[in-house]
């Protein structure tokens, strides 16, 4: 009876193993077109500056490179070498730009006045008033930078941040509106329109004890068409021209709707003089809060010359699809 189950057994055995096989093969497969994929877009996001569309697959760098690093590790395993070598060097090519984030940063100096900053798309949708105000509260910044208010949210505000009496705001129903609030006096500035867009900023100069720090609050347009990616790096190119053209500490605060490897964030660095807060404190992305897997960082803090940053730190969402940003800064003795 055994002899007669024994060839049984090793044919079912024979025929598992074939399957299994068979099984992984196709798996294998499939991720090595998925690697083409995301290659092609990989190298699509190094022409972003030919195309808009282009453009648009440069912002998700980080998750090509998550998926191209467990590719690789996969061929590695399975010893496909060429498909884990591509797979390096196309995770090679999203690395270089991330990197700068963790690397470098300020070195903060004892002597200077110190000065928190909080940035936040709270969403004209979001009906979370009360969760909104109580962490701008519980963060204590100094000063607040808020975008897509509506007549409604500056209502809100108004009534619940009595603890910053120096403000500047104005609404809007199309997810442009924004207002900045203050402990310190503002000495100058108010509502400014910067490129075509024709959507309001605010540019404001507050005295901090005795040093005046211009403050910009700005939100362009997001690249979803080719006439808002135009009002875009138009507000973007003459927010660059604007602040180059200043003098003393300033501090620019927004949604740009570009991450940090960007041809047109890049360019703004570039042509204003301005450095990025999150270098040195690493990626801290900031939308889509309800999908943290696809989290890139668009919400930015910029500082100039002799502006240094002590922290950079992300904060919860409260029913927008952006979490907050805070930052810690250390504003030159004002008689640097």
């Not at 690789?72 to 090519?93: E, S, Y």
């Not at 609404?171 to 207002?179: C, I, K, V």
């Not at 310190?184 to 500035?189: A, C, D, K, Q």
């Not at 053209?245 to 960007?262: I, Q, S």
């Amino acid at each position: 009876m055994s002899e007669a189950i024994e060839p049984a057994v090793d044919s079912v055995l024979v025929i598992a193993v074939r399957r299994r096989r068979k099984r992984t093969s196709f798996l294998i497969g499939m991720l090595e077109w998925a690697t083409i994929i995301v290659g092609v877009l990989t190298l699509a996001a190094c022409c972003g500056r030919l195309w808009w569309i282009l453009e648009l697959t440069c912002h998700f760098r980080v998750q090509y490179l998550a998926f191209l690093a467990v590719g690789a590790a996969v061929f590695l395993l399975v010893g496909r070498w060429r498909a884990a070598a591509a797979a390096v060097f196309l995770a090679a090519l999203n690395l270089v730009p991330i990197l700068p984030l963790y690397i470098g940063g300020s070195t903060v100096r004892a002597e200077g006045e110190a000065v928190r900053a909080l940035l936040w798309n709270v969403n004209t949708a979001n009906t979370s008033h009360a969760d909104v105000i109580e962490y701008i509260r519980e963060s204590a910044p100094d000063f607040v930078v808020l975008l897509e208010l509506d007549g409604e949210w500056i209502g809100v505000l108004d009534r619940g941040l009595s603890d910053y009496p120096h403000r500047c705001s104005r609404g809007r129903s199309d997810n442009f509106g924004l207002g900045l609030y203050s402990r310190y006096p503002i000495e100058s500035g108010g509502i400014v329109s910067i490129g075509v867009a024709e959507v309001p900023s605010v540019e404001v100069r507050i005295d901090i004890d005795g040093q005046l720090l211009t403050v910009i609050g700005t939100h362009p347009p997001p690249p979803k068409n080719p006439e808002y990616v135009h009002g875009r790096d138009s507000q973007l190119a003459e927010l660059a021209r604007l602040t180059a053209g200043m003098e003393g500490p300033r501090v620019v605060l927004g949604d740009l709707n570009a991450t940090p490897w960007c041809p047109v964030f890049m360019d703004l660095l570039r042509d204003s003089g301005l450095r990025d807060a999150r270098r040195g404190f690493g990626l801290h992305p900031t939308w889509p809060a309800i999908m943290p897997l696809l989290g890139i960082p668009i919400d930015h803090v910029l500082v100039s010359d002799g502006v240094e940053v002590r922290d950079f730190s992300v904060g919860p969402s409260h029913g927008s699809d952006h979490h907050a940003v805070v930052v810690d800064l250390v504003l030159p003795a004002a008689d640097d």
